[in-house]
């Protein structure tokens, strides 16, 4: 299993360009969620998703949107690029239930806008 | 909600020292805690999680965490460190039973040295 798969790995944006950031899964995960990392403050919830179709804010949403329309993707879209959005986006998946539990982080897709 | 506290943003250590990295946390409902650890220009490795049972878990590279629940804390601890270790730290919770969003503590940086 691949698990959970992140294009690209880096990009670097102009201002004001917009760009998808994609996140696939193969394990029919119903909970998707996206993080942005930066210095100092962590892992920030940027957008989850508990089902295709279904998505909601996380704590920092302003400047990004999401959809899902299948169980496997779960792409985030950055409107238009502002540095402040230079950061490491990642990707998670997860599951619970019959007494397991699984969290599943993509490898990251670093990104710079100037 | 939940938060995550990691009051240490750097700890250095001597290679075969040994080591606590400490995690509190506040939460109204019951909650899974985890810890993960990421080196430099990597993505997330989980190093050990705690879902019920006994409060003391064991986890990948010879680290171990004990949850507290009376001091609502997660403290992980190593007895010896290597030079390997040197990487950042971050404790999470979320609520169980749901497959629901990670609360990151803000991360510490174990620095070992010889």
């Known amino acids: 299993n691949a698990g959970v798969t992140q294009t690209p790995k880096f990009q670097v944006l102009k201002t004001g360009q917009s760009m998808t950031l994609q996140c696939a899964q193969d394990?029919?995960?119903?909970?998707m969620s996206w993080y942005r990392q930066d210095p100092g403050m962590g892992l920030r919830l940027i957008h989850y998703?508990?089902?295709?179709?279904?998505?909601d804010q996380g704590e920092v949403p302003n400047g990004y949107n999401v959809s899902r329309s299948t169980t496997e993707d779960f792409p985030l879209r950055l409107l238009s690029a502002a540095p402040s959005q230079t950061s490491v986006y990642f990707c998670?998946?997860?599951?619970?239930?019959?007494?397991?539990?699984?969290?599943?982080f993509g490898s990251g897709t670093r990104l710079t806008v100037v | 909600a939940q938060s995550v506290t990691q009051l240490d943003s750097q700890v250095p250590v001597f290679e075969e020292a040994p080591v606590e990295l400490r995690c509190n946390y506040s939460?109204?409902?019951?909650?899974?805690l985890f810890w993960y650890v990421q080196y430099p220009n990597q993505g997330l490795q989980l190093l050990l999680k705690?879902?019920?049972?006994?409060?003391l878990v064991k986890g990948i590279n010879g680290f171990e965490a004990e949850f507290n629940k009376s001091q609502t804390s997660f403290h992980l601890r190593k007895p010896s460190v290597h030079i390997s270790d040197t990487a950042e730290y971050f404790c999470?919770?979320?609520?169980?039973?749901?497959?629901?969003?990670?609360?990151f503590g803000t991360g510490t940086r174990l620095q070992v040295t010889l």
């Open positions: 998670a998946s997860s599951y619970v239930g019959q007494g397991r539990e699984s969290y599943t």
């Open positions: 394990m029919n995960h119903e909970y």
């Open positions: 998703s508990v089902g295709a179709g279904i998505t």
């Open positions: 939460s109204s409902v019951s909650v899974y």
């Open positions: 705690y879902l019920s049972g006994s409060t």
């Open positions: 999470a919770v979320r609520p169980t039973g749901t497959a629901s969003k990670l609360t």
